[in-house]
């Protein structure tokens, strides 16, 4: 927007509200004064921490879930950001853990009580049936599904980059993890659809992508090697207009234009 005074003073802001956050709440080894998952996730979410210290914090937020045996303690603040925090950090055993987890608190409780919906309370339904406070117990009551967006983005792996914004530049990076054989997402966009579906099988991975018209993407095959990636059963490297990305561990990245693409490789150890 050309406004480069502005940019300038909410960038000092910003270094300034850093500053007073380290040493109002953080010790000079990374602890913070609210040894919480609440308080370790939003410290990560928003990098109010350096990046010194934030491995470690990861660390300690990972220690605390499995101090509660495996289970989140977090509300409607840090309930929206555990999982994103716990897989960007290299924790996403973890995440799918709590994903999976259906003792309380957890997502997978309230299903085994019978819910159709979000509940406001972990515990709406408690386990001999009883019921929560009726001032503050609503079964229709979003928050806690935020959990949704982890699975659209890290699970299937369907992102955006934020040099193209609005799905016009597409990352496609899916997760696999947490002994699933399966994920299958799509998502409407002002372009059209966008589609990812991973399948394990015998060993081998398979990745249907679907980009919608005017827009391109990179996407991160779940695969060690190149030269075992195929796409609707030929080898990535004698099509044209699949181009080669820098590679990243775990992942053969392509480049990639709009229309359907059946990749196949031998899956890597989630």
């Known amino acids: ?135 503050m117990n609503s079964y229709n009551h979003y928050a806690y599904g935020a959990i949704g967006d982890w699975m659209y983005r890290v699970i299937a792996g369907i992102d955006t980059k934020t040099e193209g914004a609005g799905y016009k530049q597409i990352i496609i990076k899916p997760t696999i993890g947490g002994g699933l054989d399966s994920a299958y997402a799509d998502y409407e966009t002002n372009y059209g659809k966008i589609s990812s579906h991973w399948k394990l099988k015998g060993g081998s991975l398979t990745l249907d992508v679907q980009i919608p018209p005017n827009a391109t993407a990179t996407v991160y095959i779940p695969a060690n090697s190149s030269g075992t990636v195929m796409e609707s059963g030929k080898p990535i490297a004698s099509e044209p207009d699949i181009k080669t990305g820098a590679p990243e561990t775990g992942y053969v990245v392509v480049n990639i234009g709009s229309g359907i693409y059946h990749f196949s490789a031998a899956a890597t150890n989630p």
């Open 1 to 135: 927007m050309g406004k480069t005074d502005d940019a300038a003073n909410y960038t000092a802001l910003l270094a300034k509200i850093k500053d007073a956050y380290l040493r109002e709440y953080v010790t000079p080894n990374g602890l913070i004064s609210s040894d919480t998952q609440t308080a370790y996730v939003l410290a990560l979410q928003f990098d109010m921490l350096p990046e010194n210290l934030r491995a470690q914090a990861a660390d300690r937020l990972v220690r605390n879930i499995r101090r509660y045996d495996d289970h989140l303690t977090t509300g409607f603040l840090g309930t929206p950001y555990l999982c994103h925090v716990l897989s960007r950090f290299g924790h996403a055993d973890m995440a799918y853990r709590l994903l999976l987890q259906d003792t309380y608190p957890s997502w997978l409780y309230p299903v085994k009580m019978g819910a159709t919906t979000i509940w406001e309370r972990w515990d709406g339904i408690k386990p001999d049936g009883s019921f929560e406070t009726p001032t």
